[in-house]
């Protein structure tokens, strides 16, 4: 039960990690120019010096939702693993995680609303590039997609022993 314990809290940090990292990162699209690659994020467009990501005034409003939710997502990350570190030590035996599996997967809600989103609105629209393609940061906003999924639901599941 231990081992279990320690991998779960392992993949919610690794979870953690990776959502700030897909967030503050600017490569959710890569696309090549004459001038080299271009990539674009949440927040910049990256060619050789980052600049503010032009955006359409239709685009806005998504881009600014597709932002809100991932930070959503990351402030419910960590208050689930600080729910899950509390709980740990002040919950009877036989007592379910059941808190801390619910904000997880409101943590996961918050990330599948911005990544569909974004793969809606701004997949393959980059500006002054040819041939784009999604970046590692999308992938990991996915991949986290899928983590917080699993350990919402073993937080669900988990009995402290």
């Not at 990539?39 to 955006?55: A, D, E, I, M, Y």
């Amino acid at each position: 039960m231990l081992v279990l314990l320690a991998g779960i809290f392992v993949v919610h940090i690794a979870t953690v990690i990776m959502l700030f990292v897909s967030t503050i990162a600017n490569v959710w699209m890569v696309g090549s120019s004459n001038t080299g690659t271009i990539s674009t994020g949440l927040w910049l467009l990256c060619n050789k010096t980052c600049t503010q990501l032009p955006v359409s005034s239709q685009d806005e409003d998504s881009l600014k939702a597709v932002q809100a939710f991932m930070i959503l997502s990351i402030i419910f990350s960590v208050v689930a693993l600080v729910l899950f570190i509390i709980q740990l030590f002040t919950l009877e035996k036989g007592k379910r995680f059941y808190m801390t599996g619910a904000v997880m997967l409101v943590c996961w809600m918050c990330i599948l609303i911005a990544v569909s989103i974004y793969t809606a609105r701004f997949t393959g629209t980059m500006v002054y590039s040819t041939n784009p393609h999604h970046g590692y940061c999308f992938i990991l906003a996915w991949i986290c997609f899928c983590f917080s999924f699993i350990i919402g639901i073993l937080y669900l599941v988990l009995r402290k022993k």
